[in-house]
């Protein structure tokens, strides 16, 4: 009985034999695996990224209310489950006001509730000067996970004369170094009616557009905080890149909307809020609450609905990904079906010499099994090692030119433990399956043909 040592033995001899197309086909092998390593650990890591994202910020705890009505969609959402989610009854949509808030701070499992509130203004710091939406957010808020600060602290009270500033703006701003912000004098200069002008009874020159009847109002805040750049955007409920704490915004004389589009959502005269966003204690509570708004004329948008919706996307993305690593890997395997065939042919009276001595079936294919399989677990290695180094060369690349955008340092690619045994596993399946047909081509050698072969 032939030991399985033995079996080794003879094997890498052979494939010592023929060094330059063993390698040639092990090469082949290393790029097909490294392609469907990469692939895969693209999709792997973006869809880690995407939902770390939503973990660390909590956004599965946050429910947005909108008044419902064809000027509120939610611009975030299928406009086919938009339709199931607006008000019911069919009537018109209610307003959302300071009634509407308190109403929803009672519910079960509701923590904050704060009206989504931006203002245009022209934002300077030092001799630089844009134009921004200022938001106005609770200093729970700004304690909470969903305002990453890159310097600086949040807001103490809802009354503090402060502001915390993004870094992206503060980039365009010309400031590097988002610590050397804190503490600077910023200039918010908001526009407000001037019911002054329409008193003067120059009504002529308003309606021509000669004298428009607004007036800009300078108010002056420290910055306190900066927030860090997100790599991966969301429908979060900062919508801006300066906020500022709502006692803070009672003070400031502004216009009631942001845009001519909010004025269409008046009823009675009475404009309310374009949104409200909702924090809850855990995503258990989702389902109850928005039930509940929903019933009372408001039509809501959770993330937690859309997050199952996102990992499927990642599946087909992956199986994807895998397709088109995978014509690589059928490449791959047509080299070592050639190269074993070759094998055939060039010892082809060894073949025959060695089933004349008493060498089995079994015994053939089993050399050639272990030699396709050796072919395998050399391209599976060192394919392993080729997508993890491309990836990393990628990343590289990409996040030096990001960072450039000012935005913070991501990994794209994520090689999970099963990912690379499987990918050394699957090269040495593929390569087994590769070999069946040159092993049974092997074992259907004549050795008395096979003797007399030149």
């Given at each position: ?35 469907l ?98 938001q ?92 860090e750049?997100?790599?991966f ?23 009631p ?7 269409f ?64 890997i ?120 096979a003797?007399?072969h030149?």
């Open positions: 009985m032939v030991k399985f040592s033995e079996y080794l033995q003879f094997s890498f001899s052979n494939l010592r034999e023929m060094k330059l197309r063993t390698a040639l086909t092990a090469f082949g092998v290393t790029v097909g695996i490294g392609a390593v990469a692939m895969v650990g693209f999709g792997k890591g973006l869809q880690k990224n995407v939902t770390e994202s939503f973990e660390k910020l909590d956004l599965l705890n946050s429910i947005t209310v909108f008044p419902g009505g064809a000027l509120s969609r939610n611009p975030f959402r299928d406009p086919d489950e938009q339709a199931r989610n607006e008000p019911k009854g069919g009537g018109e949509a209610r307003i959302l006001d300071d009634e509407a808030i308190k109403k929803f701070g009672r519910m079960p499992g509701v923590e904050i509730v704060f009206p989504e509130i931006r203002f245009p203004a022209m934002v300077k710091l030092g001799d630089s000067e844009e134009f921004r939406l200022v106005v957010l609770p200093s729970k808020i700004a304690a909470s996970k969903l305002v990453k600060l890159a310097a600086g602290k949040p807001f103490a009270r809802d009354d503090e004369d402060a502001v915390i500033i993004g870094r992206t703006l503060l980039r365009q701003m010309n400031v590097k170094d988002p610590a050397s912000a804190l503490g600077r004098k910023l200039r918010i200069s908001s526009l407000a009616f001037d019911f002054g002008a329409l008193v003067s009874g120059n009504i002529g020159a308003i309606i021509q557009g000669g004298r428009l009847p607004f007036k800009k109002q300078d108010y002056e805040f420290t910055v306190i905080g900066v927030t750049s997100m790599g955007s969301s429908p979060t409920p900062l919508q801006s890149d300066i906020y500022i704490p709502p006692g803070s915004a009672q003070r400031i004389e502004k216009l909307f942001t845009n001519i589009w909010d004025l959502r008046a009823r009675e005269g009475a404009l309310g809020y374009s949104a409200v966003n909702i924090r809850l204690a855990s995503p258990a509570h989702a389902d109850s609450v928005k039930r509940q708004i929903q019933d009372m004329g408001f039509s809501t948008f959770a993330l937690i609905d859309q997050f199952s919706q996102v990992k499927t996307s990642f599946v087909f993305m992956d199986m994807v990904l895998a397709a088109v690593g995978m014509i690589a059928f490449v791959a395997a047509l080299g070592i079906v050639n190269t074993m065939v070759m094998s055939i042919m060039e010892r082809y009276s060894e073949i025959g010499i060695m089933k004349a001595v008493g060498a089995a079936n079994s015994d053939i294919k089993i050399i050639f099994f272990i030699e396709s399989s050796v072919i395998g677990l050399l391209g599976g290695v060192f394919g392993l090692a080729l997508g993890w180094a491309v990836s990393r060369l990628i990343n590289r690349v990409v996040n030096y030119f990001l960072a450039r955008q000012g935005i913070p340092y991501i990994e794209y690619f994520s090689f999970p433990w099963w990912l690379c045994l499987g990918a050394v596993v699957f090269a040495v399946a593929v390569s087994l399956v590769s070999g069946i047909y040159p092993a049974l081509r092997a074992a259907k050698v004549d050795p008395v043909v003797l007399r030149e």
